[in-house]
């Protein structure tokens, strides 16, 4: 309905179709509007500018994960077109999308009613800061009631420059998502996040493949950045000390940490649906921790 809205003829392509397929599609088609996940337009882009092949893409809806600068930037070289997010998800349908100014997300849902939960207690946040619980009411189906998405958001209260006055939200990331190490030990994803917030004016792509064994670990730090083995360094120093399990892992040399950094898209694990998921386990031989 909403494509149609738009003027915009709508060809599903799939989950099992590979990227140069899909690029020759939209050749074909004469594409000007893409609908999917910010990592697999941003592969699209790359991929259409190292074949020569010039799309015409005007607007560029996504969802499914974070947008990152990273993503928007690949759009606005390749295409000069804008990416505008889509916040929603399976149990809810979409919530909410960004305007042309790309400062959250306005909630266009009228049957939706918004709270915001401490993480912690789940009780009410003391700010507008917290863990999002949505009330659908109205709907086909089940009706959710106080449901927690399991994402953290702030809500933001003010007008904005498009005029519109609902109120808009801005996701923050998931709730303790958290790296399981060997042993039952555990690194909250936020701690890495914090230590690239002190390198990066803006946190990269990333993903972290952790291998474990029942004699360590070892993690596998990709971002999506020019290589630099100054901020390897820097990163490898930072990143030990952001966790107490981290820290006590590496001075007993039962954690590793490895840092690749590299501008090619193609060094992360996809899944079918053409997201990077931030953290990959892998089966890991046992004598493989002491590879280089």
Not at 225 to 251: A, P, V, W
């Amino acid at each position: 309905m909403t494509f149609r809205k738009i003027g915009a003829l709508s060809i599903p392509i799939g989950l099992s179709t590979s990227n140069e397929t899909i690029l020759d599609i939209l050749a074909l088609t004469q594409c000007n509007i893409i609908y999917g996940t910010p990592s697999k337009i941003g592969v699209l882009a790359n991929l259409s500018r190292k074949a020569g092949i010039a799309l015409k893409v005007n607007k560029v809806f996504c969802a499914g994960e974070p947008i990152l600068q990273t993503h928007r930037n690949s759009v606005k070289k390749m295409w000069n077109a804008e990416i505008y997010g889509i916040y929603g998800s399976e149990e809810a349908d979409g919530i909410g999308a960004e305007c042309k100014y790309h400062k959250g997300y306005h909630i266009f849902d009228e049957n939706l009613i918004i709270e915001i939960l401490n993480p912690e207690t789940l009780l009410p946040a003391e700010d507008n800061k917290g863990a999002l619980v949505i009330t659908k009411l109205g709907c086909n189906g089940t009706v959710l009631i106080r449901y927690l998405l399991g994402d953290l958001v702030e809500i933001i209260k003010e007008p904005c420059q498009c005029g519109r006055k609902e109120l808009r939200i801005l996701p923050q990331g998931r709730i303790k998502e958290a790296i399981w190490l060997y042993d039952g030990r555990k690194v909250l994803l936020q701690s890495i996040e914090n230590s690239l917030k002190l390198i990066f004016d803006e946190i990269p792509q990333y993903q972290v493949m952790v291998k474990n064994t029942v004699r360590g670990s070892i993690l596998i730090l990709k971002l999506l950045s020019k290589s630099d083995s100054l901020i390897q360094k820097k990163l490898k120093k930072i990143i030990t000390k952001s966790s107490q399990d981290l820290e006590e892992g590496f001075n007993k040399k039962e954690v590793q940490l490895r840092v690749q950094l590299s501008n090619d898209p193609s060094m992360f694990v996809y899944t079918d649906r053409g997201k990077i998921p931030k953290i990959i386990y892998e089966e890991c031989g046992e004598n493989e921790k002491y590879k280089s």
